[in-house]
């Protein structure tokens, strides 16, 4: 296949936060017939598995980049949330093969955020820079497909929020953990 300017050219503009312009489905069906079996492995894996533990990697090394950026992302949250605790930092990280200042002071950041969502968000956007920073140089490299795929993942993340159902969710958790009897067992 090894052609991807169509595809790319006709990829609309994603934006954080904002209605995205399709579905899974149907950035699904118009890789379809353009890009490789191999590629398309790749794309659903970077709607559904990237960033995710798991062993395998993606074929392409936008994939590979973006898998270590969620480490290092990953384990800032967990160190900070250690550190927090006061728990041993160096038990809750994963092995990184790079590091990005802006990934540790932007993650810092976020975790002081008093609302929930603006974590989230705040997140989401350091995901969102992160593409931007492992793009490939040729604007029609199959990165870009792929890092469209994650931003579409993004985005719809989003979209699919709802406060009431998130509520709901919450009331849900609570009552779960009211009902659990948290004393230890008689001997």
């Not at 006709?10 to 209605?19: A, F, I, K, M, T």
């Not at 950041?109 to 992160?130: C, F, G, T």
Request: proline residues 4%; charged residues 25%.
């Amino acid at each position: 296949m090894g052609s991807h300017y169509y595809l790319v050219a006709s990829l609309p503009r994603l934006v954080l936060g904002q209605q995205p312009p399709f579905d899974e489905n149907k950035f699904l069906s118009m890789c379809e017939g353009v890009v490789s079996d191999r590629e398309m492995e790749d794309i659903r894996f970077a709607l559904t598995e990237v960033g995710r533990e798991t062993i395998f990697l993606g074929h392409n090394p936008f994939l590979r980049a973006w898998r270590q950026s969620m480490i290092q992302l990953r384990n800032a949250l967990a160190c900070s949330r250690a550190h927090a605790k006061k728990m041993d930092v160096a038990s809750c990280a994963l092995e990184q093969a790079d590091y990005s200042g802006l990934i540790q002071n932007v993650t810092a950041q976020a975790i002081d955020a008093k609302d929930p969502l603006e974590v989230e968000m705040e997140l989401d956007r350091v995901r969102w820079k992160m593409v931007e920073d492992i793009l490939p140089q040729n604007p029609f490299d199959f990165g870009v497909v792929l890092a469209f795929a994650v931003r579409l993942r993004l985005v719809w993340r989003w979209a699919r929020m709802d406060a009431h159902v998130g509520r709901k969710n919450v009331e849900d958790m609570v009552a779960a953990r009211s009902t659990v009897s948290w004393s230890a067992p008689s001997s």
